[in-house]
Structures are given as C-alpha cells and as structure tokens.
C-alpha cells in the first residue's frame, strides 16, 4: 500500500524552526512580466500573491520591520551576465531595463530607503551582498514573499537556511504559474529548509513581537 507524501516523511522532516527575534520581510522579484496577461511569464498564482502582499508590507512598515526587494535585470548584451540560466530558460531575457515588463508590479513596489538588490540568477543571495548586509543588522528571521514559488523563492529559501536564517515562507504571498510545483515546492521547503505559515500567522508575529 503506497503511502502519502505525508505520512512519508512524518517523523523524519518537517522539524519547526519557528520566528525568531529580529525578522526581515524579503519581496522576490514582483515583477510585471509575471502579473501580465499574454506575457510569456504570465502566472495567475502570482497575481493572487500580489494582491495579497500589501497587507504584510504595512504590517512590516508599520512595525519598522526591515523590508528588502529583489529584482531581476540584465545589462550586458544578450544577455550575457545570466550566463547559463538565461540560455537555459531563455524566457528571462524580457527582463531587461527599460521593458515594462521588468518593472515592479503595483501596490508592491519598494518605499522609500527600502533597498533593492538586483540579481541574475534565482537565489536573492546568489552573487549579492544580501546575506551579510542582513548579518550586520542582526537578523535572524527572513519573511519570504514573491515569485516564482518553484524557482526563486525555493532558491532563495535553500540559500537563506544555509546563511543561518530561519526562513519563514508566507504562502499566501509567494504564486508559481500553476498548483503542482507551487505546492510541491511549498512541501519540500515545509519539510527541509523553512516554516511556511499562513498571512495572518506572519501578520501576528510581526503585529505582536514588540
């Protein structure tokens, strides 16, 4: 009798990490060519996710909880500083300065000294100065929000574990282009790298830690 993925990996992973004392809310690439239809990275998860992103951001800004954005752009001809990911998934080569499509979606875009780290590759850690601009602040928790829930916010979620974070993934606020790898993603980080929680979870964290 096959057993549910579940109850397979009851009692093995799925260890809590829990919040911890001094968290950051990190907003992966809330970029347009995701939320617009037609556009060939069009996902409906994120347009759900971005909708429901706003309330987190004024929780966190009301707190002074830090708030840190990534996006995605490339400047070098053909792209080329995406090296082999943008030859793989070649479809990333829209996001490059002055293409709409690589702007900030709306109701989500940074505030005011906010920091904005631009990356070219799937983890927010990866070939940034992210983890130890986050180290000398003291934080120990990373609130994960954006897109895709299968590409940048598993990468970033594996990386944030392994530069000491506790990561917590809202999953109300991260969306992929369809259920079966958001959900899957969702578990594997779940069971071995973070906590995903619920919005009004985040929500009373940041609402109640002070």
Known sequence: MSQSAQDNYQGVWGNRIGFGKSPAVLVIDFMKAYTTEGAPLYAPGVVAAVARTPALLAMARRTQTPVVHTNILYHAPGCAD????????????????????AEFCEGVEPAAGEPVFTKQ???????????????????????????????????????????????????????????????????????????????????DYLGNRH
């Open 82 to 101: 995406g090296g082999m990911w943008v030859k793989k998934s070649p479809v990333m080569a829209a996001m490059v300065p002055g293409n709409p499509l």
């Open 121 to 203: 590759y799937a983890s927010a850690f990866f070939g940034t100065s992210l983890a130890p601009m986050l180290h000398a602040q003291g934080i120990d928790t990373l609130i994960l929000a954006g897109c895709s829930t299968s590409g940048c916010i598993r990468a970033s979620a594996v990386d944030g574990v392994q530069h000491g974070f506790r990561v917590i993934v809202v999953r109300d606020c991260v969306g992929d282009r369809h259920d079966g790898p958001h959900e899957a993603n969702l578990f594997d980080i779940d069971s071995k790298y973070g906590d995903v929680v619920r919005l009004d979870e985040a929500l």
